[in-house]
């Protein structure tokens, strides 16, 4: 279990440039979910998957955002044309299914996007 | 819908005293609850967590806390805080018995622990 990875772990852009962030899951994990984290609040939901279905994207931001998990393992997260507001800790999280249905996510280290 | 308050935003104090961190959630169903703590520029980390069963729940660091279904409350308690305490805590709460659930998270509290 070598834990959930995000690459890169800084990412300084400009605005209107498109980025890509990657997240490799914990092995044996069917579920990945993104969540993104600005300043001084709590990480809030993006999207989920369950191995490479999107079951849930109504909570991306906008258009601009879009995820993909082509083979039900790493995920990639994309913002096209960035703005200065999408500067924000990206955190990518995996999981489980485990007893009484409970679902514990194990969070990467994440990817800070400064959009100057 | 789910949410979460944490009431404090800052908690400062010294090294081996006791620290409690409030949380508090509202759910029109039942729920799971969660502790994790993150460090300067780093992910979250699960402290412990709440499914079911006993209401004093510990985990990792010395740190454990209560479910109080009536107060619909989940407090963090460490007997003697150390140094490398110091971090942002966050409360998190999700849908119990469900397929998948997305965590809601609190604002945090920031744990300032001195000499």
């Known amino acids: 279990d070598t834990g959930v990875s995000q690459n890169p772990r800084h990412k300084i852009t400009k605005r209107g440039q498109n980025v890509t962030f990657r997240c490799d899951p914990i092995?044996?994990?069917?579920?990945l979910y993104w969540y993104r984290q600005t300043l001084g609040q709590g990480p809030e939901f993006l999207t989920y998957?369950?191995?490479?279905?999107?079951?849930?994207k109504s909570r991306l931001l906008s258009d601009r955002f879009s995820a993909e998990r082509p083979k039900g393992s790493f995920s990639t997260l994309e913002i096209q044309r960035t703005e200065q507001g999408d500067s924000a800790m990206y955190l990518c999280?995996?999981?489980?299914?485990?007893?009484?249905?409970?679902?514990?996510?194990?969070f990467g280290p994440g990817t800070r996007l400064t959009v100057l | 819908a789910q949410s979460v308050t944490q009431l404090d935003s800052q908690v400062p104090v010294f090294e081996e005293a006791p620290v409690e961190l409030r949380c508090n959630y509202s759910?029109?169903?039942?729920?799971?609850l969660f502790w994790y703590v993150q460090y300067p520029n780093q992910g979250l980390q699960l402290l412990l967590k709440?499914?079911?069963?006993?209401?004093l729940v510990k985990g990792i660091n010395g740190f454990e806390a209560e479910f109080n279904k009536s107060q619909t409350s989940f407090h963090l308690r460490k007997p003697s805080v150390h140094i490398s305490d110091t971090a942002e805590y966050f409360c998190a709460v999700t849908q119990g018995n469900s397929g998948y659930s997305t965590l809601t998270f609190g604002k945090g509290t920031m744990l300032l622990v001195s000499p």
């Open positions: 092995s044996e994990h069917n579920r």
């Open positions: 759910s029109s169903v039942s729920v799971y």
């Open positions: 709440y499914l079911s069963g006993s209401t």
């Open positions: 998957f369950q191995n490479e279905a999107q079951l849930e």
């Open positions: 999280a995996s999981s489980s299914r485990g007893g009484q249905g409970s679902d514990t996510q194990y």
